[in-house]
């Protein structure tokens, strides 16, 4: 069993800047990867970004350039650098973790997720 605990949501203005941290328990984090998916009011959960076990990177179109996904595998955290952060930013962030290391953008290959944290982006 892995739990996961996401931090660092809040209110920010366009333009601005947050880091979303996702802390797991349990075993094997370096062995699982990991993604972050977002759901907006009205909308259904969208795949942001992932990280495979073996440290390769996927963002979505929306997101390229301005998020960074990284691990810390010592720290069994997972990390979302979100910069340059527009009102359509504004969402729920799920982090997740996976045994797989491929087809990362579908939700369905996740097998834990945690509860989500309230990123709101003001104009």
């Known amino acids: 069993q892995v739990r996961l605990v996401e931090s660092g949501g809040g209110l920010v203005q366009a333009g601005g800047s947050l880091r979303l941290s996702c802390a797991t328990s349990g075993r094997a984090f370096s062995s699982y990867s990991m993604g972050w998916f977002r759901q907006a009011p009205g909308k259904e959960r969208e795949f942001v970004a992932a990280i495979s076990w073996g440290m390769i990177t996927y963002y979505a179109d929306s997101v390229k350039g301005r998020f960074t996904i990284s691990r810390d595998n010592a720290k069994n955290t997972v990390y979302l650098q979100m910069n340059s952060l527009k009102p359509e930013d504004t969402a729920v962030y799920y982090c997740?973790?996976?045994?797989?290391?491929?087809?990362?953008?579908?939700?369905?290959?996740?097998?834990?997720w945690g509860q989500g944290t309230q990123v709101t982006v003001s104009s």
């Open positions: 997740a973790a996976s045994s797989r290391a491929y087809l990362l953008e579908h939700q369905d290959g996740y097998d834990y």
